[in-house]
């Protein structure tokens, strides 16, 4: 199983974009699908995360500006608005199942004028 990631790109302060990640081929039904950044010198954190049942959680500093959808089992969304400068990162897109953990490859995020 592979994760595809596609929407990156740069945007202005206070701009909006939306990232979205398919998985190749099906997976366990019960699972978690999210977005991680990470920052140049920075951890990698968590964005947004929501779970099969359709649970969600946010980090901090997303909180009202960003919000993780999924229309199907294998395809998960994240819209971002009020973008702001430290937005800008790698964003990652996960696959957490029982059997183990997936990531994609990353989409650059760049938040700038």
């Known amino acids: 199983v592979q994760l595809v990631e596609s929407g990156g790109g740069l945007v202005q302060p206070g701009g909006s974009l939306r990232l979205s990640c398919a998985a190749s081929?099906?997976?366990?039904?019960?699972?978690?699908m999210g977005w991680y950044r990470q920052a140049p010198g920075k951890q990698r954190e968590l964005v947004a995360a929501?779970?099969?049942?359709?649970?969600t959680d946010y980090g901090d500093s997303v909180k009202g500006r960003f919000s993780i959808s999924r229309d199907n089992a294998k395809t998960v969304y994240l819209q971002m608005n009020s973008l702001k400068p430290e937005d800008t990162a790698v964003y990652y897109c996960?696959?957490?199942?029982?059997?183990?953990?997936?990531w994609g490859q990353g989409t650059q995020v760049t938040v700038s004028t």
């Open positions: 929501i779970t099969s049942g359709g649970s």
């Open positions: 996960n696959l957490k199942t029982p059997y183990g953990t997936l």
């Open positions: 081929q099906s997976i366990f039904s019960i699972n978690t």
